[in-house]
């Protein structure tokens, strides 16, 4: 499936990256940043950047993007470094798509950020979830932007090609019939995917119901990639989970234990790391390992205090937060590498009071954790609600699911329903908001 994998046994590619900035649009990360924020995605999927080219435009050209004079550039560049890959900063429609490549030949192979973050993905996808969902990802990306450089994936599925081209006598011609034959062997693998998916979103959630039995809250490690999440997440679990100083190191969800100063253990989750310009068909596909998001309680946003850009890394993530519809649970900004920085790091401004607490440490030196656990340990007991409620017996769903994922007590049983005390978590409070029963 994944065309463009590294092998540490074979040179690195050569590539260079193309960026447009249209003048007047104020994104979060300037044209330069983000295409060095695009050379270190290169260099994660084993390539070796050679050049670069970048302008300011006053809007996207229909054919090429970048528009015929910068297009000779970009061939010139890849004349005089002799490149094999052209990777651009923005997602490339499909026709731009056809367009390019005929522009650069094929001996070029054309990528844009949204196929390398893919790329990325597949390599790091250590489970089968994780790879279940960035195959659906890439075939959910391709399935628009077939053409016959595309025309091997039905000889891989088993010879359909073959036999499809036998049809349309006079007709069609063998490519044509081809790409038709591709179109519906990735049709029905997506549909074997996303089967395939729904049943491991089955059994998280029959997981989750186990685990919320024991009352154990849970809180979900979030932040832009290369933040250290995951090296926060060792320190504080002692586990042994793998950590690397490069873009997405961790792909897969992973839960651990650990305890409070009190004693009290919550459930801690290390999940991927976020970047401008997500694939939009990468955050659906991997919905149900955000799922762990979801569920959470308490929500910790790592961010690198070191990186220039942290304060735009932080409205990234939160606009990706957004996105999945994370509910409203307390939220704690940690700032992270604090043995990078002299100074204290700028605060974002949140004027609505979006963050509950925040804290500094340094992960990789163990600087501030007892502070944040004590911070963690403050902010669960803050955020946990006596309410009273009241369902209807209709919704015996949610009866279930508040027995055993909350404190129950004083329990009146009515003939529209029952009447309960319960202490909720931030999380299930948000979603029995609607039962709860008026103060007097």
């Not at 052209?86 to 196929?115: I, N, T």
């Not at 027995?403 to 299930?428: C, F, I, K, M, N």
Request: hydrophobic share 40%.
């Amino acid at each position: 499936m994944n065309d463009y994998r590294y092998d540490n046994n074979q040179q690195r590619e050569r590539a260079i990256l193309v960026g447009a900035a249209i003048k007047g649009s104020n994104p979060l990360l300037g044209l330069d940043d983000s295409l060095d924020e695009l050379a270190l995605l290169a260099d994660t999927a084993g390539m070796m950047v050679c050049g670069r080219a970048s302008q300011q435009v006053e809007r996207i050209d229909p054919a090429t993007w970048i528009g015929s004079g910068k297009v000779d550039e970009v061939c010139s560049l890849i004349d005089e470094s002799d490149a094999g890959v052209v990777v651009f900063d923005d997602e490339l429609s499909p026709r731009h798509q056809r367009e390019l490549e005929k522009r650069f030949g094929e001996d070029v192979k054309l990528l844009d950020r949204s196929a390398l973050i893919l790329d990325i993905f597949a390599q790091h996808a250590s489970t089968r979830e994780g790879a279940l969902q960035v195959e659906l990802a890439q075939y959910e990306y391709r399935l628009p932007r077939l053409t016959r450089q595309w025309t091997h994936l039905a000889r891989q599925a088993g010879g359909g090609a073959a036999r499809g081209g036998a049809g349309g006598v006079g007709l069609r011609g063998p490519g044509e019939t081809q790409l038709e034959v591709d179109r519906r062997e990735i049709g029905r693998k997506i549909r074997k995917l996303k089967q395939d998916l729904s049943q491991v979103r089955a059994h998280r959630g029959r997981y989750r119901s186990r685990r919320t039995r024991g009352n154990i809250p849970v809180v979900a490690l979030v932040g832009y990639t290369n933040a250290g999440k995951s090296t926060l997440f060792r320190a504080l679990t002692e586990s042994s989970v793998y950590i690397a100083d490069q873009l997405f190191a961790t792909l897969d969800p992973t839960t651990r234990k650990t305890p409070l100063p009190s004693g009290r253990e919550v459930l801690l989750t290390d999940t991927v790391g976020f970047i401008q310009k997500l694939p939009t068909t990468l955050i659906e596909a991997f919905r149900a390992t955000l799922e762990e998001v979801l569920d959470a309680d308490m929500a910790l946003h790592v961010v690198d205090a070191s990186h220039p850009n942290a304060l735009q890394h932080i409205e990234t993530v939160e606009d990706t937060l957004a996105a999945i519809d994370m509910p409203r649970v307390p939220r704690l900004l940690v700032w992270n590498k604090l043995d990078l920085v002299d100074a204290e790091p700028k605060q974002p401004g949140h004027p609505g009071g979006l963050y509950a607490d925040i804290a500094a440490v340094s992960a990789l030196r163990g600087t501030g954790l007892d502070d944040l656990l004590q911070r963690i340990e403050s902010l669960l007991a803050e955020g946990e609600h006596e309410v009273r409620l009241h369902l209807p017996w209709d919704r015996g769903d949610l009866i279930s699911v508040l027995y055993d994922s909350a404190t129950v007590d004083q329990v009146e049983h009515r003939p529209d329903g029952v009447t309960l005390t319960a202490s909720l978590s931030a999380s299930l409070y948000d979603r029995y908001r609607a039962y709860l029963v008026p103060t007097p």
